[in-house]
């Protein structure tokens, strides 16, 4: 018997293995269409069939172009690796979406095509393309430091803070008015603790700085700052301390959490957390997923300052080399742009769109914001958007998770806030020399 | 020696114990792939489901290529399975047939590949299979493991097993020493092959890292690469998906090791695996 | 045995060839890496000299590194080779039944891929909804945030390894501890020896070759294995609570795109492997020497 099995075995795998070294070569080009490489971060989970079905539409309605997506998994940071192997390999994509927090990065370090000079080449006509349909504070989420135009914004994020209406309810709290301020976020958590005997809150903990930013800016802090034409750490004044401070007493009095995020959603999906603050990127998902009916109100402020909060999502850049795949990846871009793509965007993934128009537009998404409410408080913030920090220069990213790594520290107790921020800063100071 | 039953009760008790622990993560990862959402929060250590559900299983089925994934899985196991077990064979046989100047040395070079840190040489060789084009190949993922030291380490022990009038019979009629190899010491030493070929398939299977750099085309994932998805940072929570992806990324390795099981433990006993 | 040179040439190829592309010309080039700076994909590669060395060994990271490497060793060695070690004496010498049972239901784990491990831990240990935490809390316990809490992550981190190669390592100790002649145990019984002094003298000098082996394997993979979790897990995190010296490595090479840095990191990696391994083979060559 196992004489056969080996038999059996071996012969299974010498033809699989025979047939995939076959099958490896590259598939070969029409040389009547032009074939674009659209590379993107969106799983399955998160937007992966919204970019099909936007693709699909696109090549039926655009004869001559073919384009083809390309999945990248772990966000950004995957995306970047790829795209520097692929372009020392020679073959870049054409059309990708860059997260704000590569901007400067991707300024530096990557050979993109300029908006502008792609515009006034391959189509002059929408020379005033991003000025006629994007908000100044908006266009600006792809422009680097030095003043180049990268690429155009595309997806829009905004934190907002999801609660649990049951738990709120059961506190003895209203969940019809929800926190508004971090104060009152303070003492919800601190009600729900005692009431309910459930944790109270949480702050998401991805490997960025991204909701951290939307605090200490709110607060009127600010993360980084230019000096003597260098850009230096500014994250290590009392405003940026005493905001972060707020989160870290919640976690030492244990009305706050302090987790991964995988399991603080998980607690908080499970009816164990009352209050996540995160992107609205998470919003189809969390309803999706939980027990109970998700709500959400905007980004708490501090009292009597200005919300700021960075915007989260992706630009798209353009990478192609020859004057045809520039025209291509261009009107590709155009129609990713357009109000009816952004319209099923935001279905998709629960980006806002970054054009005007297109949330009063009714082929847009009047009805569906009318609708939505959880919607609505990401939409309200979208004039409180500011641009994401991104830490330039060779060790930016090194620079970066030195503040990721300072939360731990933060929430953890180690420190307080100001010691701790001072050190970081310190460390991103000497890295970004 | 005599059986002396009170004497060894607690023993099995402490291996039952052991025994729990080492089979409950499994028996949980199974169970919350047939639970639905509501359950797997509501009854996290009820171990049954309390309706069983498929809704999971058929979810991965229509969002996932799952076929593609399997195959990619199989394609480039199979491939480093094979290319090992012939490399190791011949490596072996030189080693054990032939004299020649700088053996140790040379099997010692060899052997220490097995132990070099596999992050210590991932970038190099990232560059190196993205130069030759190969990303996102499974022969990308199998080229760098063609060989194995620790392969060619047991295949040189096993050989020496073999009686020496029996090779010393096939030179006397002038037989080739690949007539040798093959003829003569191969038949005896295939249970040996086998079980370092289901070790080599199992762990090809299994492997994360290096396909996790090499393959980032969706299409072109393996499943333990394909999990990862389900924990990325906006991947999503859905945990009765999650385990159910992890429950069919199990299955394969498990089933080979169940109906082989008593063949594997015993060659790992005879061989008695020494360093 | 025959003396030619092209044949056993012709026989090692393959081995030889493979092994120089994939694993020895890596590590030159780790080398000559490690003295520019580069991020990959500039064009211009700067010589900077020993520069990435001094950076590596004037920063404080590198003695947290250091430090958690070795808390790693400690708590693989005692999951994965002590206990194994201690369990699989108990089932070749003090039962007498089911033993091959437990060898095949132990051995399961260990067909199992890391990234499912690590899936399934994720949720074991989630501190407010996973079993551990509700456990706990029977006991009117609060679960700590595992891998989030710099004194748990890396028990955490190595627990999920335990799981996955205890069995393995148990078959392995197992198959050394069965060679160990029972007449030998039974001659030192009849002198009244006791139970320590049998294990002392006659199992541990007995079975030290394999022993040894399973110490090396857990040691040098333990700490790779650890690279699945903490690459799905926690990024080496919290504030590179959990990092080690391999994966400080990729962590360098492509998280931060320092290319010249990951490779001096590189270089001392192996140069600590590389010392590891010789103080292993000195030892072995000396127990050998006794064994006979």
Redesign the interface.
């Known amino acids: 018997m196992?004489k056969r099995?080996?038999k059996l075995?071996?012969l299974?795998?010498?033809s699989?293995?025979v047939?995939?070294?076959s099958g490896?070569g590259t598939a070969q080009k029409s040389n009547q269409k032009v074939t674009i490489e659209y590379w993107h971060?969106n799983?399955?989970?998160?937007g992966g069939a919204t970019v099909k079905q936007l693709i699909e539409q696109f090549n039926k309605e655009n004869p001559d172009i073919e384009v083809v997506e390309?999945?990248?998994?772990?966000?950004y940071?995957?995306l970047?690796?790829?795209l520097?192997?692929?372009?020392?390999?020679g073959?870049n994509p054409d059309v990708v979406q860059m997260g704000y927090s590569y901007l400067n990065y991707a300024g530096e370090?990557?050979k993109y095509d300029d908006i502008p000079e792609l515009l006034s080449k391959q189509a002059p006509e929408d020379k005033n393309f991003m000025q006629d349909n994007f908000l100044p504070n908006i266009i600006s989420l792809a422009t680097t430091d030095d003043g180049k135009q990268i690429g155009l914004p595309y997806s829009v994020s905004v934190p907002v803070l999801y609660y649990n209406p049951d738990i709120l309810k059961q506190a003895g709290l209203d969940p019809n008015k929800p926190p508004r301020t971090w104060q009152e976020v303070t003492q919800y958590a601190q009600t729900i603790k005692d009431k309910t005997g459930n944790?109270g809150f949480f702050m998401q903990?991805?490997?960025d700085n991204w909701a951290q930013q939307a605090l200490i800016e709110s607060n009127g802090g600010k993360m980084l700052t230019k000096k003597d034409n260098k850009t230096v750490a500014a994250f290590d004044s009392p405003e940026a301390a005493q905001a972060y401070q707020i989160i870290a007493d919640m976690v030492k009095a244990?009305t706050g959490?302090?987790?991964?995020?995988?399991?603080?959603?998980?607690?908080f999906?499970?009816?164990?957390?009352g209050m996540v603050c995160t992107?609205i990127?998470?919003r189809e998902?969390f309803e999706k997923?939980a027990?109970f009916t998700v709500m959400s109100t905007a980004f708490p402020t501090f009292d009597g300052k200005t919300r700021k909060v960075p915007a989260g999502g992706n630009m798209l850049m353009i990478f192609s080399k020859d004057a045809e795949k520039q025209k291509a990846a261009w009107r590709f871009v155009k129609f990713l742009e357009s109000p009816a793509s952004l319209a099923l965007w935001t279905k998709g993934t629960g980006y806002l769109p970054p054009r005007k128009g297109v949330t009063e537009d009714p082929n847009g998404l009047k009805d569906f914001v009318a609708q939505n409410k959880n919607m609505q408080s990401a939409m309200s913030q979208m004039p409180d958007v500011v641009k994401w920090a991104s830490f330039p220069g060779?060790?930016g990213?090194?620079a970066e998770?030195a503040l990721?790594?300072?939360r731990?520290?933060i929430?953890?107790g180690?420190q307080t806030a100001a010691d701790a921020l001072k050190q970081a800063a310190d460390k991103v100071n000497s890295l970004l020399q | 020696m005599k059986i002396n039953k009170s004497y060894n009760f607690h023993w099995h008790i402490l291996l039952l114990i052991v025994v729990l622990i080492e089979l409950w993560p499994l028996l949980f990862m199974v169970s919350t792939s047939f639970k639905t959402m509501d359950q797997i929060f509501a009854a996290t250590l009820n171990p049954f489901p309390t309706s069983f559900i498929l809704d999971n299983y058929l979810r991965v089925l229509h969002t996932l290529p799952l076929g593609s994934y399997i195959i990619n899985t199989f394609i480039v196991a199979s491939g480093i399975t094979i290319a090992k077990i012939f490399t190791s064979l011949i490596a072996g046989f030189a080693f054990v047939y032939y004299d020649f100047r700088h053996k140790e040395t040379i099997f010692n070079a060899l052997l220490f590949t097995f132990f070099i840190p596999i992050t210590v040489i991932i970038m190099p060789n990232y560059l190196l299979i993205s130069k030759m084009g190969l990303l996102n190949t499974p022969l990308g993922v199998i080229l760098p493991q063609l060989a194995d030291g620790m392969g060619i380490f047991l295949m040189r022990q096993t050989m020496r097993g073999i009686p020496k009038p029996l090779i010393e019979a096939g030179q006397l009629e002038n037989a080739s020493p690949w007539h040798i190899l093959t003829r003569i010491m191969l038949p005896l030493i295939k249970p040996a092959i086998f079980a370092m070929g289901i070790v080599f398939f199992i762990d090809s299977w299994n492997q994360y890292f290096w396909p996790l750099l090499v393959l980032n085309d969706k299409a072109s994932y393996t499943l333990p690469i394909a999990l990862q998805m389900f924990i990325s940072a906006e991947g999503g929570s859905e945990w009765g998906i999650a385990m159910a992806v992890a429950t069919l990324t199990s299955l394969p390795p498990l089933l080979l090791y169940l109906v082989c099981q008593r063949f594997i433990i015993n060659t790992f006993m005879q061989s008695g695996v020494k360093g | 045995m025959k003396h030619y040179h092209w044949q056993p040439a012709l026989f090692l190829a393959p081995a030889i060839i493979v092994s120089l592309l994939f694993s020895y010309w890596p590590l030159l080039q780790d080398i000559w890496l490690s003295f520019h700076s580069w991020n990959m994909v500039s064009p211009n590669m700067k010589f900077i000299g020993l520069q990435n060395y001094l950076q590596l060994i004037s920063g404080p990271e590198l003695i947290k590194v250091f430090s958690n490497t070795f808390i790693y060793i400690a708590i693989l060695v005692s999951i994965n080779f002590l206990l194994p070690y201690l369990l699989s004496f108990v089932m070749a010498h003090r039962i007498h039944r089911f033993s091959f049972f437990y060898r095949s239901i132990l051995f399961i784990p260990s067909t199992l891929s890391l990234a499912v491990a690590s899936i399934i831990f994720l949720w074991i240990f989630n501190p407010l909804a996973g079993p551990i935490s509700l456990l706990l809390s029977t006991m009117g316990l609060d679960s700590p945030s595992w891998f989030k809490d710099p004194s748990f992550v890396i028990m955490a981190i190595s627990l999920i390894i335990g799981w996955k190669v205890f069995g393995y390592n148990l078959i392995v100790l197992f198959a050394a501890m069965v060679a160990v002649p029972k007449d030998l145990i039974e001659a030192a019984k009849l002198e009244n020896a006791s139970s320590w002094h049998i294990f002392r003298h006659i199992i541990v000098p007995i079975t030290s070759p394999t022993a040894l082996y399973v110490f090396v394997i857990t040691i040098v993979f333990g700490l790779q294995y650890v690279l699945v979790p903490l690459n799905m897990l926690t990024q080496g995190g919290p504030d590179q609570s959990s990092t080690n010296l391999v994966y400080i490595v990729y962590q360098y090479g492509f998280v931060f795109f320092q290319t010249g840095k990951a490779a001096a990191f590189a270089v001392l990696t192996m140069l600590v492997y590389a010392g590891f391994l010789v103080i292993k083979s000195k030892l072995l060559n000396k127990l050998v020497h006794y064994e006979n």
């Open positions: 196992l099995f080996t075995i071996t299974l795998c010498l699989a293995f047939i995939s070294l490896c971060v799983a399955e989970s998160f390309k999945y990248n998994p772990d966000m940071k995957g970047t690796q790829n520097q192997a692929a372009m020392a390999s073959k370090n990557l944790t903990e991805y490997a244990g959490l302090h987790a991964s995020n995988e399991e603080a959603f998980q607690a999906l499970s009816g164990k957390v992107t990127g998470k998902n997923s027990k060779a060790n990213l090194q998770q990721i790594d300072v731990d520290v929430l953890s180690k």
